[in-house]
């Protein structure tokens, strides 16, 4: 069964912000902040602490330059707690990817700052159309990127019903129905 895909259209949005005392840090290419990303992932992306899903989420990707592409949400006592990436994503469309935050850091809007943060940086870029991947069972992301103009996008799957498994997400949200964008051809 494939992922859920969401796209947005349209350039900049208004900005969340941080709770008191969270920072923004970009990457800056250390072992930590490597570790870091990881600790981070390990929270539902990614199955254990190997480089090798680094390597594979990242540095494998030829549109992706870590020092410009990935940030941290950084707690009051300096910690990251939380990350995304910006990509270009291959059918030439911004993208968001990777969006993780450690188990204590959920619940405050630092999710909402990092999807708002990722689609203003995308803006900036010359994007006016951004996309993601998600899983059903991820309900709070899927309200923040709802929240922030991702929509659902049908794509071909032979395993599934995308649109009956977005009205059920929709369903479970209590998210008023919203419009679904159609495969492109």
Same mark, same amino acid.
């Given at each position: ?7 947005? @259209?349209?350039?900049? !949005?208004?900005?969340?912000?941080? +709770? =008191? #005392? ?9 072992? *930590? ?46 910690? @990251?707690?939380?990350? !995304?990436?910006?990509?270009?994503? +291959? =059918? #030439? ?9 450690? *188990? ?46 991702? @929509? ?34």
């Amino acid at each position: 069964m494939k992922q859920l895909y969401m796209r947005r @259209r349209g350039g900049h !949005t208004e900005e969340h912000t941080l +709770p =008191e #005392g969270y920072t923004l840090q970009f990457f800056d290419g250390t072992k *930590e902040a490597v570790n870091d990303w990881l600790d981070i992932c390990l929270g539902g992306l990614i199955p254990d602490k190997s480089f090798s899903h680094f390597q594979n989420a990242i540095l494998n990707k030829p549109d992706i330059n870590p020092m410009n592409d990935i940030f941290f949400v950084l707690s009051p006592d300096g910690i @990251r707690v939380a990350t !995304t990436t910006c990509i270009r994503r +291959p =059918e #030439g469309i911004g993208g968001v990817h990777m969006v993780a935050a450690l *188990e204590e850091s959920r619940g405050k809007g630092i999710g909402h700052f990092l999807i708002t943060k990722a689609v203003n940086i995308l803006a900036d870029r010359g994007f006016t159309e951004m996309g993601l991947t998600t899983d059903d069972f991820r309900l709070p992301a899927i309200k923040t990127y709802l929240d922030a103009g991702f @929509r659902p996008y049908l794509v071909h799957d032979d395993d599934s019903d995308m649109v009956k498994r977005w009205d059920d997400v929709l369903e479970k949200l209590g998210y008023p129905k919203v419009e679904y964008y159609p495969e492109e051809e």
